[in-house]
C-alpha cells in the first residue's frame, strides 16, 4: 500500500538506528514490489503471495491478506546481517503495518468480509466499489510522499549496482539480473525529479490527514525497531 517514495523515507529514517549499507537497504526496501510493474520490463514478475509471503487475516471484518513477515524472519534469520535482506523485511513489515491500519480504521465493511467503502476524514463514509477505495487511500500515500520528498530525496549509487546484484542472491524468491538491478535504482534516483514536475498541483487528503499520516509514520518506524529487538535481530 505505500508507495515507493514512504518505503524509502521510511529505510532511510531506521538507518539512523541501523546504521547499515545504505544502497543496500534502500534497495531491500524497494525490490519486493517486482509484482506491482513498479519499473517497467523487468526480468522477472513474482505474485504478490510469494513476494510478500501474504497471508489471508481478518482485519475490521474484512478478509485481507498480509505480510506474514514472521515467516520471512524464520526462512530467512541466518542472512538478515544482509542489508538487502533486512531491507526486504522492513518493507514487508511497513506493507503490514500500513494495510493493517488502513483497514482497520478507514474501511468500511459489510460484516461479511468484504470491503463496501471507505471513510473520509471530513467525517463522511463513502460506499463506493473496490477500485474507486483503491484510487482513494493510494491517492493519499502518493499524497504524503510527495511531501516527504518536497525537501530531499533518496538515492541509491548506480555504481554500486554490481555488489547490489550480488547481495541479492540471499533472496531466494526474486531473482533479479543486471539490468533489472540498474532499471530499479534508475527508478528510485528520479522519484523527486517526478515529484518536482506535480509541485503545482494541490496537497489533498481524502482519505488521512497530513498530521494522521505524520504519526503514524513515526509509529511505523517505532513498531519495525520494537519488532527487529523482540526478535533479537537488533539490539
Known amino acids: 500500500m505505500p508507495v515507493w517514495g514512504m518505503h524509502l523515507k521510511t529505510a532511510k ?32 514478475v513474482v505474485s504478490y503471495d510469494d513476494s510478500h509471503y501474504a497471508k489471508l487475516q481478518n482485519v475490521n471484518g474484512i478478509m485481507i491478506k498480509l505480510p506474514d513477515f514472521e515467516r520471512f524472519i ?13 531491507g526486504y523485511l522492513t518493507h514487508l513489515m511497513t506493507d503490514f503495518y500500513y494495510n493493517r ?27 463506493c466499489d ?20 518536497s525537501k530531499e530525496d533518496v538515492l541509491i549509487d548506480e555504481n554500486k549496482k554490481d555488489d547490489i546484484l550480488k547481495a541479492c542472491k540471499d533472496i531466494k524468491n526474486i531473482k533479479y539480473n543486471g539490468e533489472d538491478v540498474l532499471k530499479i535504482i534508475n527508478f528510485v534516483n528520479n522519484i523527486k525529479n ?27 518506524v517505532e513498531f519495525i525497531l520494537d519488532n527487529l529487538k523482540s526478535h533479537k535481530i537488533i539490539e
Open 74 to 86: 524464520e526462512e530467512n534469520y541466518k542472512n538478515l546481517s544482509n542489508p538487502i535482506v533486512l
Open 101 to 127: 491500519l488502513t483497514f482497520g480504521q478507514k474501511f468500511l465493511s459489510d460484516g461479511m468480509g468484504k470491503s463496501i467503502g471507505i471513510k473520509l476524514n471530513n467525517g463522511t463514509d463513502k460506499i
Open 130 to 149: 473496490k477500485e474507486t477505495i483503491r484510487i482513494l487511500k493510494q491517492t493519499d500515500f502518493d499524497t504524503y510522499s510527495r511531501e516527504l520528498y
Open 13 to 44: 529514517k531506521l538507518n539512523e538506528y541501523l546504521k547499515l549499507n545504505e544502497d543496500k537497504f534502500y534497495f531491500g526496501n524497494v525490490m519486493v514490489d517486482a509484482e506491482r510493474h513498479v519499473v517497467h520490463d523487468l526480468s522477472v
Open 194 to 220: 517526478n515529484y518536482d514536475k506535480r509541485k503545482d498541483e494541490k496537497i489533498c487528503y481524502k482519505v488521512f490527514t497530513k498530521e494522521e499520516f505524520d504519526y503514524n509514520f513515526n509509529k511505523c
